[in-house]
């Protein structure tokens, strides 16, 4: 009887080992794999956003997503029931966050979750705070039985944090990266894909808590992001964005841009927005200010816009510089009387004096010879506003970009047959605007904006932004015209923009104040002012366009408060880039005649 009973054990015995090692194994192996192994994701280091000149404008520094293994805070490992509460009594103050929500983590629903994290890009000093204390819970525990470590479910995965080394310094540009790391606007976000790179994967066994080097793991490394290079230039944009800064404080306007561009090249040099914000602690940023308002705002240009009219004007022969224009204190047309910015006897003025006075009766009276009738000369100042870009998008490619209002001509109602060519009734955004001023300083051909130099991948090889697309507007003869009338903005007496000489330099610009549609309730209230220019005028440079939206303190008229920004930023790029004066003189052109 004992040897039969002896026999049944072993029958049973070998029953049970058949089914485990042989039916059942493979169950049973991935059951003990699946609470042996870990796995986390490797994030792929973010490549870098520099100026023209090498200089770091975001990059990224070392940090560490706090994680936890949840099976390692059950009563099982740790011998006791309250061991999230503990571990999360310890790690609220550390990490920052609420004890409750810790809890919540280290406690899930599903008993099974072997991964959670508790706090994403946390500095090397907190892991380092961390793993101080995880390491003398452990020595406690060794040698105090009644001691539990309840933080060694903790572990640590190595990744990156984004840092701006120059705080708002061309945040508009640059945008900023959202908690899960992604860009979450400027070119953070319309780059994002080449900056982020490709994340890796890692899997390795464990013991509780900690890593078993002898069993191996296995391993896809992270592919790095590329490095994007961009036109900036760091110097200048600071330049930029301290003087719209300052003018927009001491105006109490709602906002204001400045954009400095290459007039050969395309290339923006600095595109500065204010008010704006600190991509490094965007919990004190007002989500009206994230954006890039050079590029999102769209707003009704005024006398600025009076260049493209002009150009019309020449391009098409039926005007020159030097053709009479006599204006009126007032002008009948549609059903609406007309008038300047100032009650005046009947001017005698050239075509240029139009210009230079900023006339807009003599703008209307001009353009309405581009055709035998007005429907047609709409027709023709049209194809003209759509050639310098109006109504399109500029080419950046860039989150948010507004494409401005260009109605069809046929669409036009009376009073814009007529507001149109002196900028009311037609919207666009301020790279929109430098660009046409950029175009005459080009000799008439319109490159296309650009702000991505070159990108330069894991491999350290550089690779160059496509050449931008160039267009033909108008003739040189015309846009060498333009520019001598636009000298006499600034340095006529009888002009609107003198603010903007620069001593040394012959300067081309043009004023701009236009009645401003309050984005609030699509009425008009208070005035867009701005001022628009290039330098050397004969031999161009460097354009600068500042525009100022709502200014409440002080004069509201371009030439007084966006002229001296003019002055002081494009000063600053001439020096900067080393422009020499000309020496030539500067062109003199009538700007009045007597009857």
């Known amino acids: 009887m004992v040897g039969l009973a002896l026999t049944l054990v072993l029958i049973a015995f070998v029953v049970r080992l058949l089914q485990v090692q042989a039916v059942d194994a493979s169950t049973y192996a991935a059951k003990a794999e699946q609470n042996r192994y870990v796995g986390y994701t490797l994030a792929a280091e973010r490549g870098g956003i520099t100026d023209r000149d090498g200089v770091a404008l975001a990059t990224s520094v070392d940090a560490y997503n706090i994680t936890a293994d949840p099976t390692l805070f059950n009563r099982k490992q740790l011998k006791i029931d309250d061991g999230p509460e503990q571990a999360a009594a310890l790690l609220a103050p550390i990490l920052g966050q609420d004890q409750e929500t810790l809890v919540k983590k280290l406690r899930p629903a599903d008993r099974n979750l072997r991964y959670v994290v508790l706090a994403n890009r946390q500095t090397p000093q907190v892991w380092k705070q961390i793993k101080d204390l995880k390491s003398a819970l452990a020595t406690k525990a060794e040698s105090d039985a009644g001691t539990a470590n309840v933080l060694a479910g903790v572990l640590a995965v190595p990744t990156s944090k984004r840092v701006y080394p120059n705080g708002d310094l061309a945040a508009g540009i640059l945008g900023w990266v959202n908690a899960d790391g992604k860009g979450g606007g400027g070119v953070e976000q319309q780059l994002n894909k080449l900056l982020a790179g490709k994340d890796g994967k890692i899997r390795y066994a464990q013991s509780g808590g900690r890593q078993v080097p002898t069993v191996g793991s296995t391993e896809t490394p992270a592919v790095p992001g590329s490095d994007v290079e961009l036109t900036i230039d760091r110097d200048i944009q600071w330049a930029a964005q301290n003087a719209i800064t300052e ?133 023709v100042l049209y194809s003209y506003l759509r050639k310098f870009g109006l109504g399109s998008y500029t080419g950046l490619g860039f989150p948010g970009e507004t494409p401005g209002i260009l109605a069809a001509p ?58 931008p697309k160039q267009t033909r507007v108008v003739s040189a003869k015309t846009a060498k015209t333009l520019a001598r009338m636009l000298e006499s903005v600034v340095d006529d007496a009888e002009g609107t923009g003198t603010k903007a000489r620069i001593p040394g330099y012959r300067v081309a610009g043009k004023t701009g104040t236009a009645n401003r549609v309050d984005p609030d309730t699509g009425k008009y209230k208070g005035y867009t002012s701005s001022f628009a220019g290039f330098a050397p005028a004969d031999k161009p440079r460097v354009t600068v366009y500042c525009a100022i939206q709502n200014a409440t303190e002080g004069s509201y008229f371009g030439g007084q408060i966006c002229g001296p920004v003019y002055k002081q930023v494009m000063e600053f790029a001439l020096k900067t880039l080393q422009v020499p004066p000309t020496g030539a003189p500067a062109a003199k052109l009538p700007v009045a005649f007597k009857p």
């Open 247 to 379: 003018q927009v404080k001491e105006s109490k306007a709602d906002r204001g841009y400045v954009i400095v561009q290459d007039t050969r090249t395309g290339e923006i040099l600095a595109m500065a927005n204010s008010p704006g914000f600190d991509p490094n602690d965007l919990s004190k940023a007002s989500s009206l200010n994230m954006g890039n308002a050079a590029l999102q705002d769209a707003f009704e240009p005024g006398s600025t816009a009076k260049v493209m009219s002009m150009a019309a004007v020449l391009e098409e022969n039926v005007a020159t510089p030097d053709t009479h224009v006599v204006v009126p204190n007032r002008l009948h047309r549609g059903d609406r009387l007309f008038k300047d910015d100032i009650d005046h006897p009947t001017w005698y003025l050239t075509l240029n004096g139009v210009l230079a006075k900023s006339s807009n009766i003599g703008t209307i009276l001009a353009t309405g010879q581009l055709g035998k009738t007005q429907k047609a000369a709409n027709q």
């Open 410 to 467: 046929d669409e036009w109602s009376t009073s814009q047959q007529y507001t149109i060519p002196f900028g009311q009734g037609v919207s666009i955004n301020a790279m929109q605007a430098a660009s046409v001023y950029s175009t005459i300083a080009n000799g008439g051909v319109r490159v296309q904006p650009t702000i991505v130099r070159g990108t330069k991948g894991p491999d350290g090889a550089f690779t160059p932004a496509e050449k």
